[in-house]
């Protein structure tokens, strides 16, 4: 009898041991889960937060742009994708939950004891958002939105911290120093690309502040080369936007706005969109874009200026713009708008609080030009009237109306007959 009860008494006690062992199993498992958890977070708040890439992308994609090796769709496409992946950063403090989260706390409290013991940093699954993390966060989504002033001010509180590590700081010193550099003071910029390579030789950004030192001093001399060129104004200020002068550009465009050829007025309030743009005049780069998409939509200039405010409003978080443009291309057809609407989520959320969002109204007038645009029934057609010469890499030269233009091949009309160039062979196109 004595032996049965205790058999009895035996089996709840194995079962009882055998559910202890699995849920201090369970806890420590969640623990140490949530313990790398938060080590990939900190990982990403002090690298992944500050993207170096977006820097020489734009360096690149506009040099090539210059030397005419890249088209402006291309450049487009290219610019969407770097925002794109800037706007994937968002906040991701799950945690991984145990069926024994009652009994965590005190398993937490033990741990952390014997990593005081030995010397080691407590745990702790809670970040808060100190004031260096929302401020470099903020200036990071000023300066992708060309609002460099705003963006200097933000690092230079971020920098005047003293207990920053050396990654964070040559990393923000590195995104002010290109600001300084877009904002055309290169004096600064150079100050700041020359501190990282002396003090911060073994940060990641030493060797991107050294591309970017070059680029600066590359873009400054062409943009010499451009003003002391022959070519007329309008071309001048074109290649000075490819090189990032926004003002010097404006500033041309604002002078031959008044006698230029009907047919270049497009041409002319689409660049002065881009300056606009570059210069963190948002408002007016907006404006500036619908004109050209409202006053002359079958242009090619409109489908330009469409795409750029798709991208904008992307970036932005202004999910209104984004769905103008996208009602617009219903209309106007540009393909390339149409592979960064079907490839990509348009994904707006760039995880800055909304007081803090630039803001984009449009006037009455506007959204009644839009809406007629939108609600015509017969799609405008692209005009041909526009005259090219085309240099390639073989030697010949092109002369022509055109005729299409895709993503592999500009359609001439010559005297000779249609011709198909294919873009990965043109190296220089001129309008005439």
């Known amino acids: 009898m004595k032996k049965n009860r205790n058999i009895i008494l035996l089996i709840p006690a194995t079962v009882i ?18 313990e790398l958890t938060m080590l990939l977070q900190d990982i990403d708040r002090s690298e992944g937060r500050i993207d170096n890439i977006g820097l020489v992308t734009t360096y690149e994609t ?17 610019e969407y994708k770097i925002n794109s992946l800037a706007n994937l950063k968002t906040e991701n403090n799950n945690q991984f939950a145990s069926m024994f989260s009652l009994f965590s706390l005190p398993a937490i409290r033990v741990i952390n004891f014997n990593r005081l013991m030995l010397g080691k940093i407590p745990l702790t699954y809670h970040h808060e ?11 990071y989504y000023y300066e992708r939105n060309f609002h460099y002033k705003r963006a200097i001010e933000l690092y230079d509180k971020s920098l005047a911290e003293t207990n920053l590590p050396d990654s964070i700081r040559a990393g ?30 073994r940060e990641n950004s030493a060797i991107t502040a050294t591309v970017l030192l070059r680029y600066l001093e590359g873009f400054s001399l062409a943009r010499q080369r451009v ?74 200039y409109a489908r330009c200026s469409n795409r750029k405010l798709f991208i904008l409003g992307s970036r932005s978080g202004e999910k209104e713009l ?61 005009k041909a009237d526009r005259y090219l010469v ?29 011709i198909n160039v294919k873009k990965d062979r043109i190296i220089k196109i001129t309008d005439k």
């Open 227 to 300: 003003l002391s060129g022959k070519d007329d104004s309008l071309s001048q200020s074109q290649q000075l936007v490819n090189l990032l002068d926004y003002k010097r550009a404006l500033a041309i465009l604002d002078a031959v706005e008044h006698e230029a050829k009907p047919e270049d007025i497009s041409r002319i309030t689409y660049f002065k969109a881009r300056c606009f743009a570059g210069m963190g005049e948002t408002k007016r780069a907006v404006d500036n874009y619908l004109k050209v998409v409202t006053s002359d939509p079958s242009s090619q």
């Open 129 to 139: 958002n100190d004031p260096v993390s929302i401020n470099v966060d903020l200036a």
């Open 62 to 78: 506009h040099k090539k742009l210059f030397e005419n090796r890249m088209t402006q769709d291309k450049a487009d496409a290219i």
């Open 322 to 382: 984004v769905e103008i443009s996208m009602q617009l291309n219903t209309k106007l057809n540009d393909p390339e708008l149409s592979r960064m609407i079907k490839e990509n989520d348009v994904n707006t959320d760039n995880g800055i609080e909304k007081q803090n969002t630039i803001k984009i109204d449009l006037s009455a007038d506007t959204r009644e030009k839009i809406e007629k645009i939108v609600s015509q029934k017969k799609e405008p057609e692209m």
């Open 17 to 34: 041991f055998i559910s202890f062992i699995m849920m201090v199993n369970d806890t420590m498992i969640s623990i140490r889960l949530n």
């Open 172 to 201: 923000i010193l590195l995104h002010q120093g290109y600001c300084y550099a877009l904002s055309q003071l290169d004096g600064k910029a150079r100050k700041n690309y020359l501190i990282i390579i002396e003090k911060y030789g």
């Open 390 to 418: 085309i240099h390639t890499s073989d030697g010949n030269t092109f002369k022509g109306t055109i005729i299409e233009e895709t993503a592999d091949h500009i359609a001439l009309k010559t005297s000779i007959g249609s």
